[in-house]
C-alpha cells in the first residue's frame, strides 16, 4: 500500500508539474488606493493608459497591506516553492526605495528594493532554516527616471532578474523561507516599514504571482517550455521518495521471504521458552528491570521506561529499576534538595540527607589543603574557613568556565569571562552574530563589494561574485577576460562587466558565446559538415562548396594517382555520392570468386555467325571463321541473312546496326547533337550513317512535356519522373531514352533547389533532400535511388546476362563493387520498385549485345536511368 501511495504522489506531483498556472495578486489594487486619498500618494500618468499609475512622494506614508490581502500572499508563498515579485515603475535618479517588503520593523524577511545610489537591485530574504537576512545583490540601474518592467522570479535555489522582459542575472541562491514563521510580520508596498527606505517616484503594477513562469503575466513573449529549477527540484525529490519507497518495499519482501522459509521449516508453534516457563504469543514479563515480550516465537527484551525525576539527585534503591526522589530539607525558609551541601557560617557544612538537615563543624587544620605559602604571607578571607595565599593559580586547579570562554584569577578565587565573538556569563558563553549589525563592538566591519558571514565567534567579509579579496574588509572587481578564467568559446569575444563578464560569438559563428559553431551559408549538403565560416568539410563521395557536387570515382583523369575502382574487365559506373561495376560486353559476374569471366557465346548459342561459318570464342566475345570454300560470314540476324558489312537500323531508328565478319552488333543511333561534340569520334563511316529521327534524340522543344495530374499547371519534359500518389511516374512522349547533347550544355543549365548561387550543367546529378537530381536541358529532375541488390522485385531475371553500362577505366586490380543504394545519413530506406519495373529495367542484350539464332528476342532498349539501375 505504501508503494502504490507513493506511485499515486509522483503521478500528482508530475500531474502538478505540467498542469499548474501561477496565482497572482495584485498588491495595488489590494491597498484600494483608488477609493482612498493617503498622504504622499497622487495618480499619474502611466506606463499603460488602461491602467491607474500612483505617485508615491515624501517622507511619510504608509502603504501596508493588511488583513485578509496580507493572509492571501502569505498563503501564495506558502503553497509553491517558485513565485515573482513583478512590478512597472519609474524611479527617481538617486533614489534607494523598496518596492514591496514583507519586514518587522527594520528587520526584512522578504524584500525587492532598488537602490539609485549604488545602481543596484537588491533581493533580501531569510534562507529556509536560517534567522538572519541575506541579500543577493544584481547590478543594474532602476532609478533612471524612465519606466521599467522588473520581474524577480525565485525558483527553488534559482533567482532570475528580467527588466524589460530581458533576463539579466541568474544565480543560485539558498531557497528562502517560506513559512512566515516570525511573528508580527507586514507586507508594505512602497517603503520597508513606516519611515524607512521609501521609494521615490510611480508605481503602476506591482504583484506577487505563485507558480511557475510567473514573468509570462509581465512578458507573455517570453520562452515557457523547459521546466524551471523548482519543477526539477520537486520532481527530483519525488522520484527519490519514490525510490526510497521502492527500496523501503524491497527490504520487506525480503524480510517476508525469510519468514516464510522459516515458517516452512518448523510446526507453527508460536510460543517462547524461556527459563523453563512457556510465554503464550503475545504476552509480555518483567525480568529483573526488563520488560520482555513473545512475538510470533521470538522474545524481546528492552529496559523498563521509568518516570522523569524532579530533583537535582535522584536515588536508586536495592532492588528497584527506577531512581526516585528523597524529601527535602527547610531552613531558615530555605529549600534544599536531598545530597545539598552548603556553609551557614566559617567552619560549619551542612548537608541535607532525606528531609533531615546535617550539620558539622569543619575543622581547619585537617579540612583546609595545605599552603604553599610562609604562615606571615597567609590572610583570612570573611566568610571562608580555609586561610589563603596571595597569586594562586585557581584556574589551573580545575573550573567550570564554557569552552568559548578564559578562566581568570582573583585573590580567593577565580571568574569565567566569554572570549571575543562571544556573550554571556563566562559558564555559559553563545556565539555573536557580529552580521546583524555594521560597526561597533559586536558589528562587522564589511565594506565595498563584500558579504558578511557569520562565523562561529567571529564573521568573514566574503568577496562577491566577480571580484576578488583586497584586504581582510574589502574586494576588487576581477577582470576575467585579461586573467583567462573565464568560460567563453575559443571562438568567441570576452567582454568584462562589473562582478562578471560576457561571451559573444565572433563573425562567422552562431551561439551563445560559451559553445560557438562555424556558420556554412545554406548548409552543408550529403552529409557534409562545416568545418569553418563558409568552409564545408565534405563526406566521400562529394565535393563543391557546399557539397553540392558528386565526385566521380570512375574518372581516372581526375583522379590519377587513385587506385582502380573495379576489378578487370568491368566498367566502373559513376553514382551520387557513389559507384558500383559492371562486368564489360562479352562478360559475366562470377558471384563465388567475385570477378568478371568470359562468356562463352559460341556454346551458349549467343553468337551471330552464318550456318557455314565456324563460330571460335575469343576474350570477351567471338569471332566467326570459314573452313569451307561454300562458308560465308554473313550474319545472322532475327531469321534473316544479312551481307557481311551491311548495316540496318532498329527499334523505330533510335539503334544502328551493323555485320561484321558475321559479328553482329548494335548501338545508339547518332543525333545531329553528337557531330556538335567535339568530345566524340566519329569514322567517316559513321558520320555517313542516317541520323536518327527526333523522338530518339534530345530535344529542347516545349511542345515535348506533360502535365502533372492534379496541378496541371506544373509540367515535366520527356523522360522526368516524379511521385504521385505513391507512385513513379514518367513522361514518354514519342521516345522512351535519349542522351544528352553537349550543344544544349551551354544555354542550358540548373540551379540548386536551395542554394541558387549553385548551378550545375545538363546531364549534372546532385543529392537532394534524399533524392537523386540530374539537369535535363534546363530542367530538374529528381527521383528515389533505387532499393538494394537481392530483394525480390530487383534481381536481374536468370539468363538476362550482364547487361551493358556505362563508363570507363577497368583496372588491372580493385574489387568488386556492386549496385546499391545510397545511404544517406536520416534517409528512409527507398520502397522497392514493383516487379514489372524489375522486368523494364532487367533486360540486356546478352553478351556483347549479340543475337543467339532466330530464338533470340530483340534487344531491348536500355533505359534513361539504365547507369543507376543493377546491371
Known amino acids: 500500500m505504501?508503494?502504490?501511495?507513493?506511485?499515486?504522489?509522483?503521478?500528482?506531483?508530475?500531474?502538478?508539474?505540467?498542469?499548474?498556472?501561477?496565482?497572482?495578486?495584485?498588491?495595488?489594487?489590494?491597498?484600494?488606493?483608488?477609493?482612498?486619498?493617503?498622504?504622499?500618494?497622487?495618480?499619474?500618468?502611466?506606463?499603460?493608459?488602461?491602467?491607474?499609475?500612483?505617485?508615491?512622494?515624501?517622507?511619510?506614508?504608509?502603504?501596508?497591506?493588511?488583513?485578509?490581502?496580507?493572509?492571501?500572499?502569505?498563503?501564495?508563498?506558502?503553497?509553491?516553492?517558485e513565485f515573482t515579485l513583478l512590478a512597472a515603475l519609474r524611479q527617481e535618479p538617486a533614489n534607494s526605495g523598496t518596492v514591496l517588503s514583507f519586514s518587522h520593523g527594520y528587520?526584512?524577511?522578504?524584500?525587492?528594493?532598488?537602490?539609485?545610489?549604488?545602481?543596484?537591485?537588491?533581493?533580501?530574504?531569510?534562507?529556509?532554516?536560517?534567522?538572519?537576512?541575506?541579500?543577493?545583490?544584481?547590478?543594474?540601474?532602476?532609478?533612471?527616471?524612465?519606466?521599467?518592467?522588473?520581474?524577480?522570479?525565485?525558483?527553488?535555489?534559482?533567482?532570475?532578474?528580467y527588466v524589460d522582459c530581458h533576463p539579466l542575472y541568474r544565480r543560485l541562491v539558498p531557497p528562502p523561507d517560506r513559512?512566515?514563521?516570525?511573528?508580527?510580520?507586514?507586507?508594505?508596498?512602497?517603503?520597508?516599514?513606516?519611515?524607512?527606505?521609501?521609494?521615490?517616484?510611480?508605481?503602476?503594477?506591482?504583484?506577487?504571482?505563485?507558480?511557475?513562469?510567473?514573468?509570462?503575466?509581465?512578458?507573455?513573449?517570453?520562452?515557457?517550455?523547459?521546466?524551471?529549477?523548482?519543477?526539477?527540484?520537486?520532481?527530483?525529490?519525488?522520484?527519490?521518495?519514490?525510490?526510497?519507497?521502492?527500496?523501503?518495499?524491497?527490504?520487506?519482501?525480503?524480510g517476508t521471504e525469510a519468514r516464510l522459509a522459516r515458517l516452512e521449516q518448523c510446526d507453527c508453534q508460536k510460543s517462547c521458552y524461556s527459563n523453563g516457563t512457556v510465554h503464550a504469543d503475545g504476552a509480555s514479563w518483567q525480568k529483573d528491570c526488563n520488560r520482555c515480550s513473545?512475538?510470533?516465537?521470538?522474545?524481546?527484551?528492552?529496559?523498563?521506561?521509568?518516570?522523569?525525576?524532579?530533583?537535582?539527585?535522584?536515588?536508586l534503591h536495592p532492588g528497584e529499576c527506577c531512581p526516585t526522589c528523597l524529601r527535602q530539607c527547610l531552613l531558615r525558609g530555605t529549600l534544599y534538595e536531598h545530597g545539598e551541601r552548603f556553609a551557614p557560617k566559617e567552619c560549619a557544612e551542612c548537608v541535607c540527607h532525606d528531609g533531615n538537615m546535617q550539620c558539622t563543624r569543619v575543622d581547619p587544620d585537617t579540612a583546609c589543603p595545605p599552603l604553599p605559602c610562609d604562615q606571615p604571607d597567609q590572610f583570612t578571607v570573611p566568610g571562608e574557613c580555609c586561610k589563603f595565599c596571595p597569586g594562586v593559580d585557581y584556574c589551573s586547579m580545575g573550573h567550570s568556565c564554557d569552552e568559548n570562554a578564559t578562566c581568570m584569577n582573583l585573590n580567593t578565587k577565580y571568574t569565567c569571562k566569554c572570549n571575543q565573538g562571544f556573550q554571556g556569563d563566562g559558564i555559559t558563553c553563545e556565539d555573536v552574530d557580529e552580521c546583524q549589525a555594521a560597526g561597533g563592538l559586536y558589528g562587522h566591519h564589511c565594506h565595498s563589494n563584500t558579504r558578511c558571514v557569520n562565523v562561529v565567534g567571529s564573521y568573514v567579509c566574503q568577496c562577491l561574485p566577480g571580484y576578488t579579496r583586497r584586504d581582510k574588509f574589502n574586494c576588487v572587481e576581477v577582470d576575467e577576460c585579461a586573467s583567462a578564467v573565464h568560460g567563453c568559446h575559443t571562438h568567441a569575444q570576452c567582454s568584462n562587466t562589473p562582478g562578471s563578464y560576457s561571451c559573444r560569438c565572433r563573425d562567422g559563428y552562431s551561439g551563445d558565446g560559451y559553445t560557438c559553431t562555424p556558420i556554412c551559408t545554406?548548409?552543408?549538403?550529403?552529409?557534409?559538415?562545416?568545418?569553418?565560416?563558409?568552409?564545408?568539410?565534405?563526406?566521400?563521395?562529394?565535393?563543391?562548396?557546399?557539397?553540392?557536387?558528386?565526385?566521380?570515382e570512375c574518372d581516372a583523369l581526375a583522379h590519377p594517382a587513385a587506385r582502380a575502382p573495379c576489378v578487370p574487365r568491368a566498367l566502373c559506373v559513376n553514382t551520387p555520392g557513389s559507384y558500383y561495376c559492371v562486368c564489360r560486353d562479352g562478360y559475366r559476374r562470377d558471384p563465388h570468386r567475385d570477378h568478371c569471366e568470359d562468356v562463352d557465346e559460341c556454346t551458349e548459342g549467343f553468337h551471330t555467325c552464318h550456318p557455314s561459318a565456324r563460330c571460335i570464342n575469343v576474350d570477351g566475345g567471338f569471332r566467326c571463321q570459314c573452313d569451307t570454300p561454300s562458308c560465308e560470314l554473313s550474319c545472322s540476324w532475327q531469321g534473316q541473312i544479312l551481307s557481311d558489312g551491311e548495316r540496318w537500323m532498329e527499334s523505330g531508328g533510335c539503334r544502328a546496326c551493323s555485320?561484321?565478319?558475321g559479328v553482329a552488333s548494335c548501338v545508339r543511333a547518332l543525333c545531329a547533337c553528337d557531330r556538335d561534340n567535339t568530345s566524340l569520334t566519329l569514322s567517316s563511316t559513321e558520320s555517313s550513317l542516317t541520323l536518327a529521327p527526333a523522338p530518339c534524340c534530345p530535344h529542347c522543344e516545349a511542345r515535348f512535356h506533360c502535365r502533372h495530374q492534379e496541378m496541371h499547371h506544373v509540367t515535366f519534359r520527356s523522360g522526368e519522373r516524379w511521385l504521385y500518389q505513391c507512385q513513379i511516374c514518367e513522361c514518354l512522349v514519342r521516345c522512351t531514352s535519349y542522351t544528352i547533347c553537349p550543344h544544349c550544355e551551354a544555354r542550358f543549365h540548373c540551379r540548386h533547389q536551395e542554394m541558387h548561387h549553385v548551378t550545375f550543367r545538363s546531364g549534372e546529378r546532385w543529392l537532394y533532400q534524399c533524392q537523386i537530381c540530374e539537369c535535363l536541358l534546363g530542367e530538374v529532375d529528381c527521383w528515389e535511388p533505387e532499393c538494394e541488390e537481392g530483394t525480390a522485385c530487383c534481381t536481374a531475371p536468370a539468363g538476362a546476362g550482364a547487361g551493358a553500362g556505362a563508363g570507363a577505366g577497368a583496372g588491372v586490380e580493385g574489387e568488386w563493387r556492386a549496385p546499391h543504394r545510397l545511404e544517406l545519413?536520416?534517409?528512409?530506406?527507398?520502397?522497392?520498385?514493383?516487379?514489372?519495373?524489375?522486368?523494364?529495367?532487367?533486360?540486356?542484350?546478352?553478351?556483347?549485345?549479340?543475337?543467339?539464332?532466330?530464338?533470340?528476342?530483340?534487344?531491348?532498349?536500355?533505359?534513361?536511368?539504365?547507369?543507376?539501375?543493377?546491371?
Open 2 to 81: 505504501a508503494g502504490a501511495r507513493a506511485l499515486v504522489a509522483a503521478c500528482c506531483c508530475w500531474w502538478w508539474l505540467t498542469n499548474a498556472a501561477a496565482t497572482e495578486l495584485d498588491l495595488l489594487a489590494a491597498l484600494s488606493l483608488h477609493n482612498t486619498s493617503r498622504a504622499g500618494v497622487s495618480v499619474a500618468p502611466g506606463m499603460q493608459p488602461q491602467r491607474t499609475a500612483y505617485s508615491l512622494q515624501g517622507e511619510t506614508r504608509s502603504l501596508q497591506v493588511e488583513g485578509a490581502a496580507f493572509e492571501r500572499a502569505a498563503e501564495l508563498l506558502r503553497r509553491s516553492p
Open 107 to 161: 528587520n526584512r524577511y522578504l524584500e525587492l528594493q532598488s537602490s539609485g545610489r549604488r545602481d543596484e537591485v537588491r533581493l533580501h530574504y531569510v534562507a529556509a532554516g536560517g534567522a538572519a537576512a541575506r541579500v543577493e545583490t544584481f547590478p543594474f540601474r532602476l532609478a533612471d527616471g524612465a519606466w521599467h518592467r522588473v520581474a524577480l522570479a525565485v525558483s527553488g535555489a534559482q533567482a532570475t532578474l
Open 179 to 254: 513559512n512566515f514563521s516570525q511573528p508580527q510580520l507586514a507586507l508594505w508596498v512602497g517603503q520597508r516599514n513606516s519611515k524607512h527606505s521609501l521609494f521615490k517616484g510611480t508605481l503602476q503594477e506591482v504583484k506577487l504571482v505563485s507558480g511557475p513562469h510567473g514573468y509570462l503575466v509581465q512578458c507573455p513573449g517570453l520562452d515557457s517550455e523547459c521546466p524551471t529549477c523548482g519543477q526539477f527540484a520537486l520532481l527530483q525529490a519525488t522520484v527519490q521518495e519514490l525510490t526510497s519507497h521502492i527500496h523501503d518495499l524491497s527490504l520487506k519482501l525480503v
Open 294 to 315: 513473545c512475538v510470533h516465537g521470538e522474545i524481546t527484551c528492552r529496559p523498563v521506561e521509568c518516570d522523569r525525576a524532579e530533583c537535582k539527585n535522584p536515588v
Open 522 to 552: 545554406g548548409g552543408c549538403l550529403n552529409g557534409g559538415v562545416c568545418a569553418s565560416p563558409e568552409r564545408c568539410a565534405c563526406a566521400r563521395g562529394f565535393g563543391g562548396a557546399r557539397c553540392e557536387r558528386d565526385v566521380d
Open 659 to 661: 555485320c561484321n565478319a
Open 825 to 871: 545519413a536520416g534517409c528512409a530506406p527507398p520502397h522497392c520498385p514493383t516487379c514489372q519495373s524489375a522486368a523494364r529495367r532487367g533486360g540486356g542484350a546478352g553478351a556483347g549485345g549479340a543475337v543467339a539464332g532466330p530464338r533470340a528476342a530483340p534487344a531491348p532498349q536500355a533505359p534513361r536511368r539504365a547507369a543507376l539501375e543493377p546491371p
